[in-house]
């Protein structure tokens, strides 16, 4: 009767936390979206739409490698003052050892961006990747330059 009772809370505990996740990427969905204005789902043609995504997938495989000061690196000078390699491991190390292996990417959406002042252009990406215990949300943001902006993780 009371390994029942602990099955049932492992299984509610499983799925509060599925749902935090999804509230979680909802909410940085909508903050993505807000704060720029969408311009469609395809790149503009100013950018190397290759070549950003190729950056893309380098950032996840320095992730996947826990260097994220090479992460760091790829970024533009805001998004290197926001944190150290230290504090991204704090953040990052504990959901990698929790999903284990990297097993491929299977879903990226793109979309091109403008700042609120219509001034700048983004790429905004985002991307799922299948994990041995589960799926990790990317959520990358890359100047003209092709330098990281922003680099989120769920």
């Known amino acids: 009767m009371m390994s029942g009772i602990i099955e049932r809370m492992i299984d509610l505990a499983g799925l509060l936390e599925r ?5 979680t990427g909802l909410f940085m969905v909508i903050c993505l979206l807000t704060g720029c204005q969408s311009l469609g789902t395809e790149l ?4 190397d739409k290759e070549g950003m995504e190729e950056k893309v997938l380098c950032a996840i495989g320095c992730f996947n490698e826990k260097d994220y000061q090479s992460i760091l690196d790829m970024g533009c000078t805001e998004f290197q003052e926001f944190l150290t390699a230290e504090e ?3 953040q990052c190390d504990p959901m990698l050892d929790k999903r284990g292996e990297f097993r491929e990417i299977v879903k990226t959406v793109s979309m091109g961006c403008k700042n609120e002042e219509g001034e700048a252009e983004y790429a905004g990406f985002i991307l799922v990747a299948d994990y041995e215990g589960g799926r990790i949300c990317f959520n990358i943001t890359i100047n ?3 330098e990281l902006m922003e680099f989120l993780v769920r």
Do not use: I, R, W
């Open 19 to 23: 749902l935090a996740g999804l509230l």
């Open 44 to 47: 503009p043609d100013s950018f």
């Open 88 to 90: 991204f491991a704090e």
């Open 144 to 146: 003209q330059n092709m």
